[in-house]
């Protein structure tokens, strides 16, 4: 039911700086029908899930009054994949952020790269820049960088140790003015600078707040501390809406929504699910499971099946492809073997866990990446 739901819904985020630079004289579809205007600021709210703003509309009245339309933040729905299919203004299956960690090819075969983090093996693993160079693991153009070849002056909104991170870099792949932002004071003020200035000279801006994802997962989506945080950036969005010039437009969105696990399942604890099994990546909602064999498949497969029983849906990379899971165009080669062998998604609230290598994701109470409509929609408010 979810899946057609998602597949009626028009519109993703990768449809967003498409049409923010159909608004700049680009000469490419614009889908979300943005109007012409001297500059435009991109506003990401870590987080910021369609269902959880609409069941919470006393604590946001501004931003549920002022969403223009749902999206799609895609599969899976995470922040390295969803900010890169942001930038790129393409799904997975084109740039190749498969997940939030996934595998590269290693002088050993295999081994985990943490797209987030930018990280081997885990988040807190080996540095993978010099490794793994941001560019060479996503090489495509950005739409960014269409931006800056067509005279836009190209702007962000972020915290400052964003900036030449590896997420950054293989996304967003151009530089720009940074207005440093760790807080939503920092963010309003930064957002305000990009769009005060005379002449006719014209900007982007990318803007990220990261922290109602962080509060969700530490004290979970709908808890009192993430509605004290919703309700801080719904003050925040006010002041924009209200002071922002009628020169820049505006458009708010999440990278994805949030579920609050309710069954948790221990994957460390299974040997069965590790007989044959070379590498597992992935996150606790969606879990990229690589085998040693191709002759062992069939058995993992039975294996993962059986032992996640209903709290995980257990499909091969070929089903996943074949239904388009990643993005309508095929991937190529070099992408499609960063996905799994297999893939575990689980359902309903269970998230599937490790604490042996992921000690941190494991306590987590918030989790996203599935097919739920709390994760995979986001708002759009365009001003």
Same mark, same amino acid.
Do not use: N, R
């Given at each position: 039911m979810v899946r057609a739901q998602l597949?009626?819904?028009?519109? !993703?985020?990768?449809?967003?700086?498409?049409?923010?630079?159909?608004?700049f004289g680009i000469d490419v579809h614009n889908p979300l029908g943005v109007a012409p205007n001297r500059d435009v600021v991109v506003?990401?709210?870590?987080?910021?899930g369609t269902e959880l703003l609409a069941r919470h509309k006393d604590a946001a009245p501004t931003l549920s009054a002022h969403? !223009?339309? !749902?999206l799609t933040a895609g599969f899976p729905a995470t922040t390295a994949t969803s900010i890169t299919s942001l930038a790129i203004g393409a799904p997975c299956a084109t740039h190749g952020i498969v997940g939030y960690s996934f595998a590269v090819p290693d002088a050993d075969g295999l081994r985990v790269l943490n797209s987030l983090r930018w990280r081997l093996d885990a988040a807190t693993g080996e540095d993978a820049l010099d490794t793994y160079p941001p560019e060479t693991v996503q090489p495509g153009s950005s739409r960014v960088q269409d931006l800056a070849a067509h005279g836009i002056e190209v702007h962000y909104v972020i915290p400052a140790y964003q900036r030449d991170s590896g997420l950054t870099r293989a996304a967003f792949r151009t530089a720009g003015t940074l207005h440093p932002a760790a807080n939503l004071d920092e963010v309003r003020a930064g957002i305000l600078s990009v769009g005060d200035h005379p002449g006719t000279q014209s900007r982007f801006a990318y803007a990220y707040f990261p922290d109602l994802d962080a509060t969700g997962h530490m004290h979970g989506p709908e808890s009192r501390q993430w509605l004290e945080v919703l309700g801080d950036l719904d003050a925040c969005v006010a002041d924009l809406l209200a002071d922002l010039p009628a020169t820049c437009t505006l458009l708010i969105t999440g990278d994805h929504g949030m579920i609050q696990a309710d069954k948790v399942i221990d994957l460390d604890s299974r040997s069965r699910l590790h007989r044959d099994v070379r590498l597992i990546a992935g996150e606790a909602r969606v879990r990229h499971i690589y085998v040693e064999r191709a002759g062992a498949l069939t058995d993992v497969m039975a294996a993962w099946t059986d032992e996640l029983s209903t709290h995980a849906n257990v499909v091969s990379r070929e089903q996943a492809l074949d239904e388009r899971w990643f993005g309508a165009t095929p991937p190529q080669p070099v992408i499609a073997n960063r996905i799994g062998d297999l893939i575990a998604v689980a359902e309903g609230r269970s998230v599937l866990v490790r604490p042996g290598t992921e000690p941190l994701e494991s306590t987590m109470l918030g989790h996203h990446g599935a097919w739920t409509a709390d994760e995979q929609f986001v708002p759009l408010i365009v001003r």
């Open positions: 597949a009626a819904t028009q519109h !993703t985020l990768a449809d967003i700086l498409p049409s923010v630079a159909a608004s506003l990401v709210i870590d987080g910021l969403v !223009t339309t !749902t």
